[in-house]
C-alpha cells in the first residue's frame, strides 16, 4: 500500500500530533497521506437517511481512522459504499473493533507499506422504517439497530416478528439487534452472546425485559426481523419510541410504524494487522 486517507476524531486529538506524525512518517517513506479532522456529526448530518460518502481520494487503498469504536463506526457509514478498507488506531479507551493502539503505530504503518496484512469482511444491517405503507427512513449499522423507549420512563411493549410471523411480546426497555461485530458492544452490555466477527447472523436482545424470558435468539442472515410497538397499558396510542443505528441521533417511531431490519448487500472490510485470534483477544480484553 502507498496511498493513504486519516480520519482523526478531533476531540481524541485535538493538537493533531499522532495524525501529523502518521502523516509524516508514511510520506519520509514515499507513500501518499491525506487527512481531515473529524467532529460528531451535526444533527442535520445524522437526521438525513442517505448521505453521501466523503469525499475520499479515488486512489486511497487504506483509510485510517483515529479514535475509538465510535469514531471506526461512524466513519464506516461515512464511507459506505467506496469499497476502502478501515484500519482503526485506538486513542480512546477499550474497545473491541480498532486493531492498533497508539504505542504500536509506527510498526502498524511498515506492515501496511510492506503489505502484510489481512483483511475481513464485516456484515452490514440494513434497517427501514415503515410509516403508512411508505419508507421514512433508511439506514445501515456495523454494530447494531436499538429499539428504545422515548419520553418518560416507561416499558416498551414489544412485538417481535420474523419472516411475517410473531415470535415473541415482551415488555422491556428496548430491543437490539445486533450483528456478529456488535455482539460485544450494547449487546454484551444487556446480557446477549459474544460471536465471533467473521460469522454471519443476527442477534435479538430484549434490553430489561419484565418477564422471565430473557433470552436472546440467533438468526439467519436471510431471516428478515420487523418490530413493533404495541398497546401502553391504558389502552390508549401513546407509546412512543426511539430508534437508533450504531448510536446515532434518535428516530422516533410511534405504534402505527414498522421497523424492518435485514442483513445488508453492503459489507465493511477492515484490515487485520493481529495475528492473534479472535478469542485470545476476547480473553485479553474480558480479563480487564
Known sequence: MNSFFIITNSVKDPKQ??????????????????????????????????REPLDVPKDTQCIL????????????????GLGIPLLGVNLGTLGFLAEIEKNDIDQALDKLLADDFT????????????????????????????????GHLMVLPVQLMVNGQQLVSY???????????GSTAYNLSAGGPIVSPAARLMVVTPICPHTLNTR??????????EILLGDSKDGQDTVKGEVYFDGGLPVIVSKTDRIVIRQ?????????????SFLKQLHNRLKQ
Open 17 to 50: 500530533e499522532v495524525t501529523q506524525h502518521i502523516v509524516s512518517y508514511l510520506t519520509d517513506r514515499g507513500a501518499k497521506a491525506n487527512y481531515m479532522m473529524r467532529d460528531e456529526l451535526t444533527v442535520a448530518d445524522r437526521q438525513h437517511a442517505v
Open 65 to 80: 481512522v483515529l479514535g475509538g469504536d465510535g469514531t471506526l463506526l461512524q466513519a464506516a457509514r461515512d464511507t459506505l
Open 119 to 150: 483483511s475481513e469482511e464485516r456484515m452490514l444491517l440494513s434497517g427501514s422504517i415503515v410509516r403508512d405503507g411508505e419508507k421514512i427512513y433508511d439506514g445501515h449499522a456495523l454494530n447494531d439497530i436499538v429499539v428504545g423507549r422515548s
Open 171 to 181: 415488555l422491556a426497555d428496548g430491543m437490539i439487534v445486533s450483528t456478529p461485530t
Open 216 to 225: 436472546s435468539v440467533i438468526l439467519s442472515p436471510e431471516d428478515q426481523v
Open 264 to 276: 445488508s448487500s453492503l459489507s465493511v472490510t477492515l484490515i487485520r494487522l493481529n495475528s492473534e
